[in-house]
């Protein structure tokens, strides 16, 4: 009887201090954290998309609010993007990770690296959670397939007092090299 009072005990306590590992953005103070339970174990900086509010479409550069799941975890090392910005396509655009969230409002939404640390604590992504890409390997370490993600939406006063930086038109599409090898690859695994 004492070995089994024993036993349920351990379980018990084994049970009780493996709470599941999530992950927990606030737009409003561009922070990411780690919880594992009602424990902090990690709180990096983020940046978000550069227009305010919860996400409605594909193209209107807002990073969407709610809980979501980790549907993917692509190595992200050579993919590229092209930014607009006269630079032309930036190999290692997302950085070394890119962590796919299973947003209604777009396929394409993730927390991931970036080839512009300096924009990180800031609002100038296209919709994604950017981190610094040593951030993000540290991350990896935790992150797993089905992990829950919540994102906290802005505050009424921060959209009342933004204007869309950057609004979008209707017929707005994202601008790529479509014959850049890069281009594909990254492409290719958006669509799994």
């Known amino acids: 009887m004492k070995r089994l009072l024993l036993l349920i005990a351990l379980v018990t306590m084994v049970c009780g201090a493996s709470a599941e590992k999530y992950i927990v953005i606030d737009k409003p103070s561009l922070t990411l954290t780690l919880k594992d339970g ?3 174990l990690a709180t990096y ?7 305010y509010g919860q996400k409605k479409r594909r193209g209107d550069h807002k990073t969407p609010e709610g809980t979501f799941k980790i549907s993917v975890i692509n190595n992200a090392i050579g993919w590229g993007h092209d930014f607009n910005d006269g630079k032309g396509m930036r190999n290692d655009a997302y950085g070394p990770w890119f962590f796919r969230l299973n947003t ?3 396929k394409h939404i993730g927390i991931h690296g970036t080839c512009f640390p300096q924009s990180v ?3 100038e992504s296209t919709g994604c959670i950017r981190m610094r890409n040593e951030d993000i390997s540290a991350l990896r370490k935790h992150v ?5 993600v919540i994102i906290n939406p802005d505050t009424q006063a ?5 204007k ?3 609004p979008p038109q209707a017929s707005q599409k994202p601008r790529h090299h479509s014959k850049s090898k890069v281009y594909r690859r990254h492409h ?4 799994r």
Not at 144 to 148: A, C, D, I, Q, S
Not at 188 to 191: I, S, T
């Open 158 to 162: 921060d959209i009342a007092s933004h």
């Open 38 to 40: 009602d424990k902090t």
């Open 164 to 166: 869309d930086k950057f």
């Open 188 to 191: 290719r695994a958006m669509r």
């Open 104 to 106: 209604p409002q777009s």
């Open 45 to 51: 900086p983020v940046c978000c998309g550069m227009n």
């Open 144 to 148: 797993y397939v089905g992990m829950k």
């Open 121 to 123: 604590k800031g609002r």
